[in-house]
C-alpha cells in the first residue's frame, strides 16, 4: 500500500515513502495545520489486521506521546483512517549511528562516551515512565546536528512487541546481534534488556564490529546465551580501562550482574568522561540499625548502659545523665535497705530467718527429685541401646520394587542396614520405591550395609508458548527443557517462513521428560521470490519489459525534470536486492520532457463552400488525458477566403487536436512530438 500523495485525517499530506521496517512504512509528510514536515510511521497491513495488536500499538503510542526528552525523538499524534493505523513522529535529518559506524568505522573513547550518555539519559527517562524500549541498536539511533546529538527512535511500538521479537520474522533477527540473552530465551525482560543492548551498540562503537557474529541468525542468539563476548580492549588496546569495565558489566549475561537501572550507568559514564577509573563496586556490610528496616533488638540491661558508660560509648549529655540516675538508684535501695533492717522487731527478724529454711528446704528437694529422674533417664537409654541379638542377613534380598521404608523397617531388625544412595526420577516406579540396589540378589553382605536407589518421581515440564517464534530457537529451548521436537513443515500465508504456526501440546500444561511435542512450521507462502534489480537509467519500455519478465506488477509515473535526460527511469519505488513476493507492484518514475511543436490550421480545407463573412474558430489540445483551448477567436474572410493560421501544441508524446467552427468539430488530429 502506497500512501504517497494521500492525506491522513485531512491534515497530514504524504510526500514521499523515506524506509520500511519489520511492522511499519515510514512516510515523510507535511502537517497543513502546523505548517511543519513530520514523519508518519504506518502500520503494515498483516498486523493491521489483527485488533489486539492494534489495540496495543496504539496504546504504547500514547504511552511514548508523553515522553519528551532531547534525546527521543517526539511522538505528536497517533490516528486511525481507514484501517490504516499510523503514529506522527518528529522528523529527523541525520545519518543513523549504524550509517555513521560504517562510513567511519569504530569511534573514539570520547565520542562513544558521548553518544552512550545520551542514550542512557534517554533510557533513563523512559524507564522512569515504565516504557522499556527492548529493540536499542545503532539502527535506531539517529545522529542530528550535525552528528552531536543522538536521538534514540521506536518508542511506542517496541515494548508492545517485545514478546514476539523473534516472532517478527527475517526483519527483526536482524536485530539478534544485539538481543540479550533472556531475548534470545524468549523470557522476561526489563529495564536490563534494554541495558545490555546498550552495552552491544558501545561495544560495536569502540570496535567498530558487533561482539558476536555467525552465519545465521539463531546461531548469534545462541551465542549470545552461551559465550563471553572478546574484551574490547583486546580488540582496540587504546579503549580505556574504565569504558572496556563499563561495557562488559553492561553486557553480563546475569542481569543481577549488570546496571540494574539506566542512572547507575550512566554514573559511570560520566565517571569515565571525567577520566576517573571505575572500580568494582560491592555493598558494605554494615552491623547496626538502619533506618526503615525489621532488626532484632536485645533487650538493654542495667549492665549494658553502665558498661557502655564505662567504655566510653555513650558520651552525650542525656547518657550521662542515664548513668548517673542508676548510680542514684542503686544508693537509693543499699540505704533503704539497711534503714528497714535497723526498724525490724525481734518477731519479724524471727519469722524472716524461718521463711529463709523454708525455701532452702524446698530447693533441696526439687534438686533431690531431678537427680532422681536423671538417673531412671539414663537408665532408660542404656537398657535401650543394647544391642538387640537377631540372626543375620547374609544374602541380599531382593528390594527392587518395595517400598522403601517398609524395607528399612523389616530388614534393619534382621541386623541389615539399608540407606539411600540417591533419588532417582523415573516413570517406571511409584515415587517411595526402591528401584535399584548396589548388591545384587542373592550376593554375600559382608558388613551388612546395602545402599538403594529410590524413586522420586516423574518429572513434569510446563510447556512453554513457542509459536512465532524461529523453529530453531524453539528447538533449542523445548530440548533443553527435556521435550523431544519432531518438525512438519505446512505453507501458511499468514506466517513468515521458518517461524512456528502450531504445537502440538498446550501451552503452560504439565508433561513428563522425554514426551514428544510436533511443532508445524511455516515454509512461506508457497510463492516465488524475486530479488528487486534496479531499472534506474533504463528507458521505460526496457523496464517495464525486464521487471515484467519476473512477474513484477508494474505502475508509471512521470515527472518533467530539466536536469536529467529524457524518457529514462529515475527512481523506483522498491529498492534494489529487495526479495518481494511474485505479484509484487512497483511503481518506476519516468522523466520526460515537454516539447513544442507549430502546427498549421487549413482553413481553407474547412471552408471551401462557406459563405460566412466570420468564423469563430477553437482549436483544443488534448495531452495525457488533459484538454485546454490552445485557440479561439473570430476569422474575417478576405479576398482569397479564409486564412491558413499556425498554433503551438505542447506535450510529451502524442497530443491530439480537435478544431471547431462555430462550435462544430470539422476535425480531429493526432500530433506526435
Request: glycine content about 6%; charged content about 30%.
Amino acid at each position: 500500500m502506497n500512501l504517497v500523495g494521500k492525506t491522513l485525517c485531512k491534515r497530514y499530506e504524504v510526500l514521499e515513502e523515506v524506509g520500511i521496517g519489520g511492522m511499519a512504512t515510514v512516510y515523510k509528510a507535511k502537517c497543513n495545520l502546523l505548517n511543519r514536515f513530520v514523519a508518519i510511521k504506518v502500520l503494515k497491513d498483516e498486523f493491521a489486521k489483527d485488533a489486539e495488536f492494534v489495540k496495543k500499538f496504539r496504546a504504547e503510542a500514547q504511552s511514548a506521546a508523553a515522553l519528551t526528552h532531547p534525546n527521543i525523538v517526539s511522538v505528536y499524534d497517533v490516528g486511525e483512517e481507514d484501517g490504516i493505523n499510523y503514529i506522527v513522529m518528529e522528523l529527523l535529518v541525520g545519518e543513523t549511528l549504524k550509517d555513521y559506524i560504517d562510513h567511519h568505522g569504530k569511534l573514539s573513547n570520547e565520542r562513544t562516551l558521548k553518544y552512550a550518555s545520551q542514550i542512557a539519559s534517554a533510557l533513563e527517562a523512559a524507564h522512569s515512565s515504565k516504557i522499556v524500549h527492548r529493540d536499542i541498536k545503532p539502527h535506531n539511533i539517529v545522529l542530528a546536528n550535525n552528528n552531536t546529538v543522538a536521538k534514540v527512535t521506536d518508542f511506542g511500538i517496541a515494548k508492545m512487541s517485545s514478546n514476539e521479537t523473534i516472532a517478527n520474522g527475517s526483519q527483526t533477527m536482524g536485530s539478534v546481534h544485539y538481543f540479550s540473552p533472556e531475548q534470545a530465551k524468549g523470557g522476561y525482560t526489563d529495564e536490563k534488556t534494554d541495558i545490555y543492548s546498550l552495552g552491544v551498540v558501545m561495544y560495536e562503537m569502540v570496535t567498530g564490529e558487533v561482539p558476536f557474529e555467525a552465519d545465521t541468525p539463531v546461531s548469534v542468539a545462541l551465542k549470545q546465551i552461551q559465550e563471553e563476548p572478546i574484551e574490547p580492549k583486546e580488540k582496540v588496546p587504546t579503549v580505556t580501562n574504565a569504558l572496556n569495565k563499563i561495557i562488559l558489566k553492561a553486557m553480563a549475561k546475569n542481569t543481577s550482574e549488570r546496571y540494574q537501572t539506566a542512572s547507575e550507568l550512566l554514573d559511570d559514564i560520566f565517571a569515565a568522561m571525567n577520566n576517573v577509573d571505575i572500580e568494582e563496586k560491592t555493598e558494605d556490610v554494615v552491623v547496626g540499625f538502619k533506618k526503615g528496616s525489621t532488626q532484632v533488638v536485645p533487650v538493654i540491661t542495667k549492665k549494658d548502659l553502665q558498661d557502655n558508660l564505662n567504655d566510653g560509648n555513650v558520651t552525650s549529655r542525656k547518657s550521662e545523665r542515664v548513668g548517673k540516675k542508676i548510680e542514684e538508684l542503686e544508693n537509693d535501695k543499699s540505704e533503704k535497705r539497711r534503714i528497714d533492717s535497723l526498724n525490724e522487731s525481734p518477731k519479724q527478724r524471727k519469722a524472716k530467718i524461718i521463711k529463709r529454711i523454708i525455701i532452702t528446704l524446698i530447693i533441696i528437694l526439687v534438686l533431690a527429685g531431678i537427680g532422681f529422674l536423671t538417673y531412671k533417664l539414663v537408665e532408660t537409654i542404656k537398657e535401650n541401646n543394647k544391642p538387640i541379638v537377631v540372626e543375620k542377613v547374609d544374602v541380599a534380598p531382593d528390594l527392587v520394587g518395595s517400598d522403601y521404608e517398609e524395607a528399612r523397617v523389616k530388614y534393619e531388625k534382621l541386623g541389615l542396614i539399608i540407606k539411600i544412595s540417591k533419588y532417582e526420577e523415573t516413570d517406571e516406579f511409584p515415587a517411595g520405591q526402591i528401584l535399584d540396589q548396589n548388591i545384587k540378589k542373592g550376593e554375600k553382605i559382608t558388613d551388612g550395609k546395602m545402599t538403594v536407589v529410590v524413586a522420586k518421581g516423574v518429572k513434569k515440564i510446563a510447556m512453554p508458548d513457542v509459536v512465532g517464534k524461529d523453529y530453531k530457537v524453539a528447538k533449542y529451548e523445548l530440548e533443553a527443557l527435556g521435550f523431544k521436537v519432531d518438525i512438519k513443515n505446512v505453507v501458511s500465508d499468514k506466517v513468515e517462513k521458518d517461524l512456528v504456526v502450531k504445537q502440538s501440546l498446550k501451552h503452560k500444561e504439565q508433561f513428563v521428560t522425554g514426551t514428544k511435542v510436533l511443532l508445524e512450521v511455516s515454509e512461506g507462502d508457497g510463492k516465488d521470490r524475486i530479488i528487486v534489480p534496479s531499472v534506474i537509467g533504463n528507458t521505460e519500455a526496457s523496464a517495464k519489459s525486464k521487471l515484467q519478465k519476473l512477474k513484477l506488477v508494474v505502475n508509471v509515473s512521470y515527472v518533467n525534470d530539466p536536469s536529467k535526460s529524457d524518457g529514462i527511469v529515475v527512481s523506483q519505488s522498491l529498492k534494489e536486492n529487495k526479495e518481494v513476493v511474485e505479484g509484487t507492484v512497483i511503481e518506476i518514475t519516468v522523466n520526460r520532457l515537454e516539447k513544442t511543436k507549430n502546427v498549421t490550421i487549413k482553413l481553407k480545407d474547412y471552408t471551401a463552400n462557406m459563405e460566412d463573412e466570420s468564423i469563430n474558430v477553437k482549436v483544443k489540445a488534448q495531452v495525457e488525458g488533459v484538454t485546454n483551448t490552445i485557440h479561439s477567436r473570430t476569422h474575417t474572410k478576405g479576398e482569397n477566403g479564409y486564412e491558413n493560421f499556425t498554433v503551438e501544441v505542447n506535450g510529451f508524446s502524442t497530443a491530439k487536436l480537435t478544431i471547431y467552427i462555430n462550435d462544430k468539430v470539422v476535425e480531429t488530429v493526432t500530433i506526435s512530438f
